[in-house]
């Protein structure tokens, strides 16, 4: 959603690049070329005077002007900038001190409400809790049976009595609702109300009635992030009328500006609490606005990264592929690869997951062209194999390999690339198992086995003199005994792990990034 914004941004930030002291006039234009980005995204008027504004009043201040690098400086006052206009801090649910904890959904017809309220359910009870749905929108057709499908996928109760499609009343529903999660003890209870197509006083009394009815804890505006200023408008006029706690944004991973996203915290003056990232029901997210700012100025989002891997991998089960993968047996077999990727595909597109790393937003040509029917492929290749194929690739002679090509629906050119890979991929992991597996505890939190990650320091080389003497040519050496060891390869100062530690720094190595030969294949 952010694509464009970010590029007219790091545009506007690599001309500061190399200046050792910036003048107003450098100030100036910046500022300029960021307020025309954010303009050029549909950001609210308002928000972006008071955002350029604010900026410069840092900009100009004294510390600036003793800074080693004013142009990070730059960049470090933008982005506590967008912080602020996005919301400043997390927010997420205040539950109910006695249960159930009440959350009313409201919003506009086709802002995904319906299916917002199955992803939140689904997130609820993911964290431990015990969520009841209540389809209290009964003017939409099929709304309840919408809800009731979302329910049964997110596997949560649903609270339906009425049969919608203009019968009922969505009053009573709501009430009801509250006396039913106490009786079956679900500790949070979902209200779908109805939408409209615009804000309308039919729309905006009910909304008041369900509010009044059941007094929810939280009253949740979900808003539709592809319709712009329109959605800013409409959260602003159902702010003033009704009221609400916070705003959810769905669509997010749509291709629409963003300036809904940038506008609605400073606007309405709530925070933007969760956010919908796709079509699955998995697709939804807290909404992060120091993570989200780091996105918009490609400094990546490392921690939505992590976070996902986390709830996605099985730690056991990655240990011992880890394990599998260094103890140089062919212990690690397609199979064990088939699992891995399948896990690394469920976090999301493998475009979306690179997205995320630091840098990339100058390679989203490269994003974009990633092929994820490849991964198809190989799939179909491996499970086209037997079990004793997928566990001992040596037995794969020509025939079976024939076999194997036809029920893949490829080419057995494929499938010997495949093979070939995945063989030259665990030599060269077998390899590294000794340099990986000494007695270092390894990296904090990792878990690997063996000490993976405590690797030993590098040392230089430098060729043998062919006389035996033993005598270095160094006189500084010679002078202090010199020992025969050879000097350890240090990292740069403030980097961790060989990482950049500055943007520019960053920016720099990204620039001639190249995926590696194997992964390019294998991604297409």
């Given at each position: 959603m952010f694509d464009t914004l970010q590029d007219r941004l790091s545009k506007a930030f690599r001309a500061l690049r190399g200046k050792g002291r910036l003048s107003d006039a450098d100030i100036d234009a910046t500022?300029?070329?960021?307020?025309?980005?954010?303009?050029?995204?549909d950001v609210n008027l308002d928000v972006v005077k008071t955002f350029i504004e604010d900026v410069r009043a840092k900009a100009t201040e004294i510390e600036l002007s003793k800074a080693i690098n004013p142009a990070q400086q730059i960049v470090k006052i933008v982005h506590e900038q967008l912080v602020e206009i996005l919301g400043g801090h997390t927010r997420s649910i205040q539950f109910a001190k006695n249960p159930p904890t009440v959350i009313m959904l409201a919003g506009?017809?086709?802002s995904g409400k319906t299916t917002l309220a199955g992803k939140l359910a689904k997130w609820l009870r993911e964290k431990g809790n015990s969520p009841l749905l209540v389809a209290a929108d009964l003017q939409r057709p099929n709304a309840v049976t919408q809800l009731q499908v979302v329910g049964r996928q997110a596997k949560v109760a649903v609270y339906a009595p009425q049969p919608g499609n203009g019968v009922g009343d969505p009053v009573e529903v709501a009430r009801s609702s509250v006396e039913v999660a106490k009786h079956h003890l679900h500790d949070v209870v979902i209200v779908d109300t109805a939408g409209r197509l615009g804000v309308d006083e039919e729309m905006l009394a009910q909304a008041a009635n369900i509010r009044e009815a059941v007094s929810p804890?939280?009253?949740?505006?979900?808003?539709?992030?592809?319709?712009?200023?329109?959605?800013?408008?409409?959260?602003?006029?159902?702010?003033?009328?009704?009221g609400f706690d916070g705003v959810v944004l769905t669509k997010l991973d749509g291709d629409a500006k963003g300036g809904a996203a940038l506008s609605i915290a400073t606007v309405t003056g709530a925070p933007i609490m969760f956010a919908s990232t796709g079509e699955k029901l998995a697709d939804f997210e807290v909404f992060h606005p120091d993570r989200m700012a780091?996105?918009?100025?490609?400094m990546g989002d490392i921690?939505?990264?992590?976070?996902?891997?986390?709830?996605?991998?099985?730690?056991?089960?990655?240990?011992?592929?880890?394990?599998?993968?260094?103890?140089?047996?062919?212990a690690f077999t397609l199979q064990d690869f088939l699992t891995q990727m399948q896990a690394v595909r469920s976090m999301g597109p493998?475009?979306?997951?690179?997205?995320?790393?630091?840098g990339m937003g100058q390679m989203q040509d490269q994003l974009a062209a990633v092929d994820e029917k490849s991964i198809d492929r190989i799939e179909a290749i491996i499970y086209s194999m037997t079990p004793a194929e997928r566990g001992d690739v040596s037995i794969l002679n020509g025939s079976r390999r024939s076999r194997i090509a036809k029920g893949a629906g490829v080419e057995v050119s494929e499938v010997n690339s495949l093979v070939n890979r995945f063989v030259e991929a665990r030599k060269m992991m077998a390899s590294l198992g000794p340099m990986m597996g000494g007695r270092g505890g390894g990296l904090p939190g990792m878990g690997l086995p063996g000490g993976m990650g405590a690797r030993k320091p590098i040392k230089?080389?430098?060729k043998k003199k062919k006389s035996g003497s033993g005598v270095s040519g160094n006189p500084a050496k010679r002078a202090g005994g010199a020992s025969t060891a050879e000097p350890e390869v240090q990292a740069p100062s403030?980097?961790?792990?060989?990482?950049p530690s500055t943007p520019a720094d960053l920016e720099a190595a990204m620039k001639d990034f190249t995926l590696p030969p194997d992964l390019a294949k294998l991604l297409g």
């Open positions: 500022l300029g070329e960021i307020r025309t980005a954010l303009l050029e995204a506009l017809q086709g804890d939280e009253t949740l505006f979900v808003i539709d992030a592809m319709i712009g200023q329109d959605a800013v408008n409409t959260a602003k006029s159902f702010a003033d009328k009704v780091g996105r918009i100025l490609d921690l939505t990264l992590i976070e996902q891997a986390e709830r996605t991998f099985d730690r056991k089960q990655a240990e011992e592929a880890a394990q599998k993968m260094l103890s140089g047996k062919n493998m475009g979306k997951l690179l997205g995320m790393l630091p230089a080389t430098a403030g980097a961790a792990f060989g990482v």
